[in-house]
């Protein structure tokens, strides 16, 4: 099916470990976006690509590095994690019509 | 900048009942506006939307209409089912072409019982 994926679905990892959370789209959207959900704060966004080979910061950029590898991946990098980092890590795609599809997202916990 | 207000949850309701989700927002210019809709362990999914003023979105038997005088966008639904049960999230979209960004409010969880 057409769509968002992501990768991993769950990971633990010990404080200052590093990782790279994958995220790739098969509908040829050109902007990308990596946001983190937190209870009773929604969703914000840590990046965003608008095309490939460009990337932005977005509201909580800190701790975090991204990739736009080409126009279908866009990777979110943990250089050392921080149990603030814990959270649950949603990637999405933004189509002409600005409709944004969500992948189903990775759990990440830090101890 | 720009900032969602969702009223807070969690909503607990019977089946058929009637539903009302508040959401206000602000925002600089003319945002379209959204409601997500998140069932457990999955990710956002689009419900409805709105892209100018008095435009009203629905689906699935849920609607809200874009309020400029009020800067409301509010979620109803007539009768609302078991399988309604889920998380929902107003949210806004500024920006132009492909630097859209969304902003969303902190949602609202809904548990239907039957």
């Known amino acids: 099916n057409a769509g968002v994926t992501q990768t991993p679905k769950f990971q633990v990892l010990k404080t200052g470990q590093s990782m790279t959370l994958q995220c790739a789209q098969d509908m040829n959207h050109n902007s990308m976006y990596w946001y983190r959900q937190d209870p009773g704060m929604g969703l914000r966004l840590i990046y965003y690509s608008a095309s490939e080979g460009t990337t932005d910061k977005g509201e909580v950029p800190n701790g975090y590095n991204v990739s736009r590898l080409n126009k279908r991946e866009f990777s979110l990098r943990l250089e050392s994690a921080a149990p603030s980092q814990t959270s649950v890590y949603f990637c999405a795609s933004l189509d002409s019509n600005y409709g944004y599809t969500f992948g189903s997202g990775t759990r990440l916990t830090v101890v | 900048g720009n900032s969602v207000t969702q009223m807070e949850g969690p909503v607990t309701l019977s089946e058929e009942a009637f539903l009302t989700i508040n959401c206000t927002y602000t925002a600089t210019g003319y945002p379209s506006l959204f409601w997500y809709v998140q069932y457990p362990g999955e990710g956002l999914q689009l419900l409805l939307k709105a892209t100018k003023a008095d435009d009203k979105g629905s689906n699935k038997g849920f609607e809200a209409t874009y309020r400029k005088e009020t800067t409301s966008f509010h979620l109803e639904k007539g009768s609302v089912q078991v399988s309604d049960s889920a998380v929902y999230f107003c949210?806004?979209?500024?920006?132009?072409?492909?630097?859209?960004?969304?902003?969303f409010g902190s949602g609202t969880q809904l548990t239907v019982l039957p």
């Open positions: 949210a806004l979209s500024e920006g132009s072409g492909s630097a859209r960004q969304l902003t």
